[in-house]
């Protein structure tokens, strides 16, 4: 190489630790690996050890086929696999992995310690290794199978580690990759142990049981089989019936060919065929097997495996929400129709020119037949004495609206008349929501329409408040203060209700308890994956606490994916948009005045934290233009 030739070879050691960026990103992503290799090793029992959530220790022991001397050393090698031969292998691939690259490249970022053995070989192979040099390579007893210790990982490269998150973030990801193979692969026991405590321990079985053995007993009622067999792809597992659809999108997986993926195209699919029998911003469980031939998908687009590629995706669209339906039908999972509702809006207007058709007559049998005469004048004594009977219970309309604007604010038992407020509020809008917006003459007209907007007449024209907006802005601000200075109003809850959630969740409560708690819940944990609630924060919507935490535990999950803000204010701004839509809701006038106060008392009244505007005015101008044209 001459003295101007600038482009050169690299060292393995540099090019395994660039390998290692697109396959290594966290320590979640050894275990995934480490797996699927074990999976792929026909093991019968796998068992996971991890110490500070897979930062210092990574432990996978298996009983699968082993590995000879020179097989146990080759690994380590890139592009060494023996899944693959040519070219053709790539689109019949069955196993998990086929790239080679696994090992080399967390070889290549950690120091490992590899023990594995045949069952016919009488002495096992050690190998040691440190940022892809080899320390040591011995033979030495062991058993049948494979452990493959990941110890410091990032050890050589501190950015990289720098950049992991905390135990609990980092945990939570192992988690979820566990879950994943676990859930493929039910033949198969795995124990995943986190700092000497024991996870998660399943025993090899059918499906069903290891979703109850993964999720809890209580998903056993809930689930649902599904299956559908075409010449072209095949759909087993289960669903959850729309009763038991949650608030979080939790429990949501798919598989190809026992590998687990993410298709938001197929995720459509399952959620069309729920519709119409779980509520808007429900998410339904689902475990699904697509069985498939390896030629009709691409499955090497991504590095981490999870993104795959179907011949003809229409096709599988339509198969998987047809197998999804008929199993809601089979099941009887419709919502019953409910004979008290008031179903007299689905009956057409009859026109005055149309005679209507005659009631049918109702059937009486023979014994309750009375005389005409008799009855009538029996039923006039009956509600002779209803009436008297419930006489002077009845509420006059303006005492029940005081009174539920009372609980809604205690201050409002001291305000002033309606009549009085009105034109105190009404000034404040006009004061306060612009410059140019003078005082109205008179008295001012508060309206709500269609539950969602608040009108108000002042001297330039209409002031339009979008209530959900202001709901969210005041919410914000509370939230927001409440997390600042942890004095979040706590309501005690006279029975503690105990809610289950997923270990991922658990991690991600065990991370943001003083957050949480901050918001006015308490609790207690009361055992593996379950809480007991012992009161929540006085503000919130009546729901179950079960749906509660739910809710919480998304927004969470949602503050923490927004990186360009701090920790409280993401968290204030998930929370606010999240529970603001439960006020979408009919108020009185004394409510609409309550919330008017809040929402201009707020830091700023004409925008929602996000930006989107809270106050909009037409103008006399705007009005009398919509009408010329």
């Known amino acids: ?162 950049f992991l ?143 795959i590629k179907f011949d003809d995706e229409r096709s599988v669209y339509a198969i998987i929400m047809a197998a999804v339906k008929k199993a809601v039908g089979v099941y009887n999972m419709t919502p019953p129709i409910d004979f008290e509702d008031n179903v007299n809006f689905l009956v057409p207007r009859i026109s005055p020119k149309t005679s209507p058709s005659p009631a049918p007559r109702p059937v009486q049998p023979d014994w309750a037949a009375q005389p005409k005469d008799n009855d009538t004048q029996r039923q006039r004594g009956n509600l002779t004495n209803w009436n008297k009977l419930f006489e002077g219970l009845k509420s006059t309309e303006e005492e029940e609206v005081q009174q539920a604007a009372i609980e809604l604010d205690p201050s409002v038992a001291t305000r002033p008349s309606y009549k009085q407020q009105a034109m105190t509020v009404a000034s404040k809008v006009n004061r306060l929501a612009s410059e140019t917006i003078t005082a109205p003459d008179g008295d001012a007209v508060l309206f709500q329409l269609h539950n969602r907007y608040i009108l108000s007449q002042v001297k330039e024209g209409v002031m339009l408040i979008d209530q959900k907006a202001a709901y969210e802005r005041i919410l914000y601000e509370r939230y927001r203060q ?36 901050s918001l006015g819940f308490e609790f207690d944990e009361i055992g593996p994956n379950e809480l007991i609630v012992r009161g929540i924060p006085a503000d919130l919507p009546d729901e179950s606490e079960q749906d509660l935490f739910e809710e919480l535990i998304e927004q969470l999950k949602q503050s923490y994916s927004d990186l360009k803000l701090n920790k409280p204010d993401s968290l204030s701004r998930s929370l606010a948009r999240r529970f603001s839509a439960r006020y979408a809701v009919r108020l009185s006038l004394l409510e609409i005045n309550t919330l008017i106060d809040q929402l201009f008392a707020s830091s700023d009244p004409n925008r929602t934290p996000g930006g989107e505007p809270i106050i909009v005015m037409l103008t006399m101008d705007k009005l009398n233009g919509l009408f010329k044209g």
């Open 1 to 162: 190489m001459t003295t101007s030739d600038i482009i050169h070879l690299l060292p393995d050691s540099i090019a395994n630790q660039i390998a290692a960026g697109e396959v290594v990103q966290r320590p979640a992503s050894v275990v995934k690996e480490l797996l699927e290799n074990s999976v792929d090793a026909h093991a019968h029992n796998i068992q996971v050890i991890i110490r500070d959530a897979g930062k210092v220790l990574i432990q996978i022991i298996d009983d699968g086929d082993g590995m000879s001397e020179t097989d146990a050393r080759m690994c380590f090698e890139r592009h060494a696999t023996s899944k693959i031969r040519n070219s053709d292998d790539l689109f019949r691939i069955r196993t998990m992995g086929f790239r080679g690259e696994a090992l080399a490249s967390i070889a290549a970022v950690a120091q490992v310690e590899l023990r594995t053995r045949r069952a016919d070989d009488e002495l096992g192979t050690l190998i040691r290794i440190e940022g892809s040099d080899v320390k040591l390579q011995e033979s030495v007893a062991t058993l049948p199978g494979t452990n493959l210790l990941v110890k410091n990982l990032f050890f050589n490269v501190p950015a990289r580690r720098n």
């Open 165 to 307: 998150k905390s135990n609990s973030v980092e945990m939570r990801h192992i988690l979820d990759e566990f879950q994943r193979v676990a859930l493929a692969h039910p033949e198969v026991g795995f124990s995943l142990y986190h700092n000497d405590v024991e996870i998660f321990n399943l025993y090899p079985g059918k499906l069903v049981r290891r979703i109850v053995d993964m999720f809890g007993k209580n998903y056993r009622e809930q689930l649902a089989f599904c299956q559908e067999d075409t010449s072209y792809i095949s759909v087993r597992g289960y669903i959850g019936k729309p009763e038991f659809a949650r608030k979080t999108r939790g429990e949501q997986f798919f598989f190809v060919n026992e590998r687990y993926i993410k298709h938001s195209y197929l995720h459509h699919a399952i959620i069309s065929a729920y519709d119409g029998t779980i509520p808007e911003g429900s998410h339904p469980f689902y475990v699904l097997f697509i069985e498939i031939d390896p030629s009709h998908v691409d499955i090497n687009i991504h590095p981490t495996k999870t993104e």
């Open 482 to 517: 409440m997390l600042t200075k942890r004095n979040g109003a706590c309501q005690q809850l006279l029975f503690p209700k105990s809610v289950r959630l997923s270990p991922a969740d658990m991690q991600l409560v065990g991370e943001t308890r003083n957050e949480i708690r």
